[in-house]
């Protein structure tokens, strides 16, 4: 089947798909798509698909785990390696009338919360007046990146995973809402204005820990943005900005919210509530804005990206983000190299609680929540660069492997994504500025 992709209460369990399931299926995939060379199409259903079979070296050190996004479970990934990069997915489209489509996608994949729901991308119907106009309603993808249509699809880029420094920290992949789209131009070339408003939740595990105050479920409503895609030829240029309202604080945070009010606490250090409340997110917004290119001159292939976050409060992440890649084909082989660099250079500006020694026992409790205060900053702090060199052989149609290697500098406490296991009940965890290598291979297919 050729592939075609599509631009845009207790949940129903699934059972641990990201375990074998989800690799038996993917490879009965794999060996189905061999059989078939148009969409398949079932009831008036066009159905497309992918999938990817992946290795990654998570558990080669024992201070720091390898994550694709912090929307996996560390101690899954660390453990079963071969989870951080598969994944299988299926698309549908169907014409409904003159004007009206309906598309679906369903996408298997490690993830902390592994329910059904989670597990629809895209559930949306779409008009389309025949000529430059169009809207949809229903679930999309949140395309504030330039990768976002195309994000579980590794056929469709070069890497094994994309750069973790600009997208690893992402919580949402989909939202729930409202979008148009207004298009001007030929088959030469094409600008496209896109606006959309809506809800999206994402369940994440930032840390290491599998307990309540490590798993926390995030939610953002209102969210809402917009952009314009330029497409000349070879030649891409995106620019989108968005903005994040978060409804409700996090689990790790109303853990540390209730602490801080205990009438002692309140009492000998009146400043842990303004530093807890620093933290706070519930009602906070953020601003997400991104420019991005892609040209393909040839067998030369150049693509970047630069953003910025833009937050007010310690808990959730903030900075700047870039890469850049260049790769070369060669017949069925691709070489390439990538540079990303994320910028977080946020100070625990507080001070340490005061000192009560006629009070027995309570200079250790104020000390272990300054710790505590001051280490849950390492959550959201993404400082560090990745060199990755990469190799992509198109072996055969609509499939590829693809090897990898990354080298990754990370600053002081820059456990954003890459959560590291020396992680203590109330400890403030200590990681010194160091480098890590890993390497990875997919086998990345369309059906």
Known sequence: MSFQCFTNNTPVRLKRISNASLLTAAIFCLLASSSYADPMNLGGWNITGFGTIGYAETDKYNDLVLKRNITQESKTIEDK?????????????????????????????????????????????RYHNGENFSFRLGRMILDTFQLSDYRNVGYSYHWVRPPS????????????????????????????????????????????NDDDTSKNYV???????????????????????????????????KALLGYVNDPTIKSFWPESQEIANDYAIENAKVTYGAVGFSWTPGPWHYQGEVSFVNAS???TYDGERAYIQVGRRFGEFLPHITYSRSWDNRDFSYS????????????????????????????????????????????????????????????????????????????????????????????????
């Open 165 to 208: 420094e600009f997208y690893g920290w992402i919580p949402f992949s989909h939202y729930d809402g409202f979008k148009a789209v207004y298009e001007i131009g030929d088959f030469d070339s094409l600008v496209r204005f896109e606006a959309f408003i809506g809800k999206s939740k994402s369940t994440v595990n930032i840390g290491y």
């Open 313 to 315: 409060n310690y808990g």
């Open 81 to 125: 390696p071969w989870l951080i990069d598969s994944r299988l997915g299926l698309q549908a489209h169907r014409e409904l009338s003159p004007g009206w489509d309906a598309v679906g996608q369903i996408v298997l994949q490690e993830k902390v919360e592994n329910s059904f729901e989670e597990a629809i991308e895209m559930a949306f119907v």
């Open 219 to 253: 939610k953002t409503a209102p969210i809402y943005g917009g952009g314009v895609t330029w497409e000349k030829d070879d030649l891409t240029l995106r620019a989108y900005i968005s903005r994040y309202r978060f409804v409700e604080n996090t689990n790790a945070l």
């Open 352 to 447: 340490p609680p005061p000192s009560y020694p006629g009070v027995p026992g309570l200079d250790p409790v104020l000390e272990g929540l300054y710790s505590t205060l001051k280490d849950n900053i390492s959550s959201g702090t993404i400082n560090q660069y990745t060199f990755s060199l990469g190799l992509r052989w198109d072996f055969a149609t609509q499939k590829a492997l693809k090897l990898q290697c990354d080298r990754t500098t990370l600053h002081e406490n820059s456990l954003g994504v890459f959560p590291t296991q020396n992680t203590v009940d109330n400890q403030e965890r200590h990681f010194s500025k160091d480098t890590r290598t890993w390497c990875s291979a997919t086998l990345d297919w369309v059906f």
